[in-house]
């Protein structure tokens, strides 16, 4: 069994640093260093104030220590790691570029709900693109029910209805990780053209990190023998 230093080290570099962040986040608030309201996500002083670091700062408080924080931070490690290992293996800078699109869309589809923090509806937008990758994965919840990882961002949501948790992040989440979905491999399939390929500055950011990668940007093939709305990329979600 790996040491925790040894699994820290073994985490690819973008879920890794996420998840590194939003620990850190909660670990000085608790230390009352400093005020999350500094970095909540207010367009009121983004616009009259310049604070433009909201736009950013807003996705990495995923509230205080808790059983909830544990939970969305162990979706980091799990989820977005499974991510950034399996389907976007070599792949850093479309990783990078998933995530950036999806903080741009729950920047946009969070507007009218004026929610101050979107880190919780990141880690479901992951969960919800992990969940679309991994369709046939059988997943334990609590030890009390079995299911096909399709039906994991749902069933999360359920255990949130139960608990109390509030499920306009989760929401939000599921909502941006489906658009990113739809649009880089649903709409392919269906016309074998990808309109969401990874820009080019999104790769130069990433080489200049020194991460080694292989560029894609090829339009993914529709497989016209199974269909696509339950299959992901190498995927496909059977009875």
Known sequence: MSSPAEFYNSLPPISK???????????????????????????????????????????FFLGPFSINFGIRLLMIARYSVQLEKGPFDR?????????????????IISVPFESFFLGISMVFMLLYVWSREFPNAQINIY???????????????????????PLMPNLLGILA????????????????????????WVHKIVTRWGITYRPTGQAVQPDRSTGGAFRGRSYRLNG
Do not use: E
């Open 17 to 59: 640093a996420y998840g590194t962040i939003c620990f850190l986040a909660t670990a000085a608030y608790s230390l009352g260093i400093y005020n999350p309201m500094w970095l909540a996500l207010n367009y009121k002083l983004v616009f009259s104030h310049f604070q433009v670091w909201r736009l950013f700062t807003n996705f």
């Open 91 to 107: 792949r850093p800078a479309d990783f990078l570029w998933m995530m950036i699109f999806g903080a741009f869309s729950l920047l």
């Open 177 to 200: 990780g489906h658009l990113y979905y739809f649009l880089t491999v649903l709409h392919p399939l269906s016309t074998g053209k990808n309109i969401l390929k990874t820009p080019n």
């Open 143 to 165: 030890g009390l029910v079995t299911l096909k990882a399709f039906y994991l961002p749902w069933a999360m949501l359920g255990m949130d209805v139960i608990f109390g948790s």
